[in-house]
């Protein structure tokens, strides 16, 4: 398991470790080399492979450039997995180590995040793969519907699954429950500072993971590259703008997150 921001009551502790099973079961897998970096991975875009079909692929996970560039800009892209986990080659399920790289995001962005934050942060994604991006329209709007449907299932699933505890284990109350499932949902994003905090997360993600797997799978002109970085830095809040410019980015990036910001 990935660090936590802070350590974790039982009952918190008890809703990271369901959470945690539930993207262990996630059918797509990654693989990493020694040092830690993806060579095989899954597209995340389209549905789960069969038993029949292999598991990995080669290729990057946008499968369709529209689509990424759309999910690029709303912060929700992900094309590679946390470093130095399943090294060795090993196959990691996919949804299990973008938790993990979510949470060590969180760690730096909130060292004091509240443990409801904390388990809305790790259930970002969860289950996503069962309602894949292709099973919506190949447009704006279906992509739209695409994120809210996810948002709105994450929430309902997690509630059910913290709920349905045994009373024999530690449970949280109902309101903690209706709490992160309105993080989940991202619910009130402008004023809700915790909800910032999750953006801010998404966002710190796709920007030093994913941001130089994308371009080249997306094979986007550098100007549309500018675009959708100026449209996820306007989604961070100055917190989360602070521990970006101190990420380690490839010289690409680096360039073109300069013009980004020269307007």
Known sequence: MADLPNALPPA?????????????????RIRLDGAGKVVKETSIFSSPPTATTSTTTTTTPAANVGEAQQDAESGETVAGE???????????????????KMTRWLGLRSPEASPALQVACRAQHFRRWEMPRDTFPKTRTG???WRAKQKSQAAAQVSEL???????QSSLPES???????LIRKENLSDDEETKAL??????VFLDDQFDDFEGAAKVDEEKMVGILRKTWVKMSPDGQKLA???D???????LVAKALEA
């Open 245 to 247: 410019l101190g990420m």
């Open 176 to 182: 903690e429950v209706s709490r992160i499932a309105s």
């Open 82 to 100: 946390e470093r130095g986990q399943g090294a060795g080659g090993e196959e990691v399920p996919y949804e299990l180590h973008y938790a993990r």
């Open 12 to 28: 918190y502790a008890l809703a990271l470790d369901l959470i945690d099973q539930a993207h262990a079961q996630d059918p797509r």
């Open 249 to 255: 980015l490839s010289e690409r990036a680096r360039e």
């Open 199 to 204: 953006e801010d997360v998404a966002c710190l």
């Open 162 to 168: 913290l709920l349905a505890s045994s009373p024999s």
């Open 143 to 145: 992509y739209l519907t």
